[in-house]
T-cell receptor
C-alpha cells in the first residue's frame, strides 16, 4: 500500500510569506499528526487531526494552523514566516481509533525561510 | 527536566558489538515508540511497545512500565545501523520525543 506522502519535499520562502504543506495519509488511516524538527529544539508536536477535528495541539503560536479534509488528507499552514520556522516538517498517519495505534511517517517537507 | 530522556547522546562502536540505547520518561503513556532517522530526514518506526519485549531481526526493544524505562538493543551491529535512534512516548494523543541517540558503527 502507498505510504504517507508529503508535498512538497523542499521549499524556500521569504520572511513574511505564508506556506501550505500537504500530507496524504495511508489509505484508511484517519489520524494525521504534524511535527517540526529543528537542530536546536529536536522534534516537537504541532497538532493532531482525527476525522477532520483537531484532537490535540502543541505549544506553537497561532501562525501555525492546520486542517483535515474528509478524505483524511491534511494541510498545515504557516503565516508570516520567520527565519526560525526553517525546519523539517514531518507528518505521521495512524488508524487513529485509539491512541496507541502505530504511526507511519512521511519523508518530510524541508522548509527554508530566507 | 525533559519528559523523555535518552542516553547516550552519541555512541560509536565497532561492527559486531552489542548496542544498548536507553530511554526514560516521566509522563503517563499509552505506548512508547522507537524510531530510526537516517541523514536526509526520513523516519522509520521500528517498534511500538506498551509492555514487555519485542524483537525484529537484530533489534530488540524492552519496556518496564513500573520503572518508566525502555531499552533498544542491536545485536551484531553493522555499519548500516548507523543512524539516529529516537524514543518517543505517546501521551494524550501526542508523541513526546527524546533528543535522539546518534549511533555510528565503524567497520
Amino acid at each position: 500500500k502507498a505510504g504517507v506522502t508529503q508535498t512538497p519535499r523542499y521549499l524556500i520562502k521569504t520572511r513574511g510569506q505564508q506556506v501550505t504543506l500537504s500530507c496524504s495519509p495511508i489509505s484508511g488511516h484517519r489520524s494525521v499528526s504534524w511535527y517540526q524538527q529543528t537542530p536546536g529544539q529536536g522534534l516537537q508536536f504541532l497538532f493532531e487531526y482525527f476525522s477532520e477535528t483537531q484532537r490535540n495541539k502543541g505549544n506553537f503560536p497561532g501562525r501555525f494552523s492546520g486542517r483535515q479534509f474528509s478524505n483524511s488528507r491534511s494541510e498545515m499552514n504557516v503565516s508570516t514566516l520567520e527565519l526560525g520556522d526553517s525546519a523539517l516538517y514531518l507528518c505521521a498517519s495512524s488508524p487513529g481509533g485509539t491512541p496507541a495505534m502505530g504511526y507511519t511517517f512521511g519523508s518530510g517537507t524541508r522548509l527554508t525561510v530566507v | 527536566k525533559n519528559e523523555v530522556e535518552q542516553s547516550p547522546q552519541n555512541l560509536t562502536a565497532q561492527e559486531g558489538e552489542f548496542i544498548t540505547i536507553n530511554c526514560s520518561y516521566s509522563v503517563g503513556i499509552s505506548a512508547l515508540h522507537w524510531l530510526q532517522q537516517h541523514p536526509g530526514g526520513g523516519i522509520v518506526s521500528l517498534f511500538m511497545l506498551s509492555s514487555g519485549k519485542k524483537k525484529h531481526g537484530r533489534l530488540i526493544a524492552t519496556i518496564n512500565i513500573q520503572e518508566k524505562h525502555s531499552s533498544l538493543h542491536i545485536t551484531a551491529s553493522h555499519p548500516r545501523d548507523s543512524a539516529v535512534y529516537i524514543c518517543a512516548v505517546l501521551s494524550n494523543y501526542q508523541l513526546i520525543w527524546g533528543a535522539g541517540t546518534k549511533l555510528i558503527i565503524k567497520p
